[in-house]
């Protein structure tokens, strides 16, 4: 099984596999998040979710500019990083009775999205100035910002109380 897909030839066809990669990543966030919302009971961590549900259709509009900016087609690819991630959360929040438990598991789950986000994020910003596509760079870097300051919310959540033995 090949690492990437054979059509990856060059730096540019990376460049956009990755944007697909993120993109397809950022519509499962989407479909994801409404769910955590329903199952979180910490009233600060569902506002949280909501809060970053509503930044995460931002940044699906910013990599549909940037898919314009560059001139692509706006369309995703199936990536198995984030389904594993989602997949891995609904299993163990399905499993959790305590609310108190599973608010800590939720915010543990939507914090490995952030990471992956964020390691996304970063390489599309260094491979954008690579490129000579600061205007690529400067709109992923506001999304990159975004992502960093739902991760230090997550972790100031979970240390505050969420992460609390009982």
Not at 58 to 79: P, S
Not at 97 to 102: A, G, I
């Amino acid at each position: 099984m090949a690492l990437f897909s054979k059509d990856i030839d060059s730096m540019e066809d990376l460049y956009l596999h990755t944007l697909r990669d993120i993109y397809y990543a950022e519509k499962q966030i989407e479909k994801a998040l409404p769910k955590m919302i329903d199952k979180a009971s910490d009233e600060r961590l569902k506002e949280a979710f909501t809060v970053h549900l509503d930044e995460t259709h931002g940044h699906v509009q910013r990599l549909e500019r940037v898919f314009d900016m560059i001139g692509a087609q706006t369309k995703g690819v199936t990536c198995p990083a984030i389904d594993g991630i989602i997949k891995e959360a609904d299993e163990i929040a399905g499993d959790i009775s305590d609310s108190h438990v599973l608010d800590a598991a939720l915010a543990a789950a939507a914090q490995a999205v952030e990471h992956y986000e964020i390691t996304r994020y970063g390489t599309l910003i260094a491979w954008s100035k690579e490129m000579g596509r600061n205007d690529c760079a400067e709109l992923l870097a506001q999304t990159s910002s975004e992502e960093h300051a739902a991760d230090e919310k997550l972790t100031r959540l979970a240390e505050s109380r969420l992460n609390e033995m009982s």
